[in-house]
């Protein structure tokens, strides 16, 4: 018995065309490959670097914070407020010019076609209500910090040096135990933030050309 031969038709009819506009089939079939946004990518990376450079710079502020707080019992206040509210403003930016990065050499598409203000609400609302929760709190410590040096400087003959704000009972005592869950938790905390600012590059709204 013969063995009956089969083309496939759309196949034998696209190489046809691509052999007529001489062009590749390929190039037909699946259209310009997508040019990286290297604007995008240069832009992505310099903002990279500087987040980068002041991670650096705030760690070594914070080593000699801590070392001043155990031989002379000063507030590592830049070192405090860098924990509690710029670490995590600075993870949370990390995590968006990653993606941006990562996008843009990729040129992926976001996975989070379908409602996208919902989930970037969902993300942006409580990071935003938390931080401007611990706003007042930690900076009073760069308050006091500011506070401690001109104290220092106005009146050096002082040898009794106090500073402090009071946020009352309640406020302080869940400012404290906030302050303590922080410190305890804090590499899951910026994981935590790294990850929002991934889903707030991904979901936020595309700017009209």
């Known amino acids: 018995m013969a063995k009956i031969g089969r083309s496939d038709p759309d ?23 997508k040019k990286r946004d290297m604007k995008q990518i ?4 310099a903002r990279l ?10 760690q070594i502020i914070a080593g000699y914070e801590e070392d001043a707080a155990r031989t002379r019992f000063a507030m ?3 070192s405090l407020f860098m924990r509690l509210t710029g670490y995590p403003v600075l993870f949370l930016w990390a995590g968006s010019v990653v993606t941006s990065l990562i996008m843009a050499v990729t040129g992926g598409t976001s996975p989070f ?14 990071f935003a209500g938390c931080l401007l929760f ?3 709190y930690s900076l009073s410590f760069l308050a006091m910090k500011i506070w401690a040096w001109a104290d220092v400087l106005l ?3 002082k040898t009794m040096r106090s500073y402090g704000f009071n946020f009352g009972p309640v406020l302080g005592h869940i400012y404290f135990h906030m302050m303590d869950f922080i410190f305890t938790y804090s590499f ?21 050309k």
């Open 134 to 136: 611990t706003a007042p």
């Open 42 to 45: 240069r832009r992505a990376a």
């Open 76 to 78: 590592p206040g830049i």
């Open 49 to 58: 670097a500087v987040i980068l450079l002041l991670y650096v710079i705030f």
């Open 113 to 126: 076609l379908a409602r996208k203000g919902m989930i970037y609400r969902a993300v942006f609302v409580p």
């Open 188 to 208: 899951g905390i910026y994981m935590i933030c790294f990850a929002a600012g991934c889903v707030l590059w991904l979901t936020k709204t595309e700017k009209k």
């Open 11 to 33: 196949v034998e009819m696209l190489t046809r065309l691509a052999e007529a506009l001489d062009t590749d089939i390929q190039l037909l079939i699946y259209g310009e490959p």
């Open 155 to 157: 009146y050096p003959e």
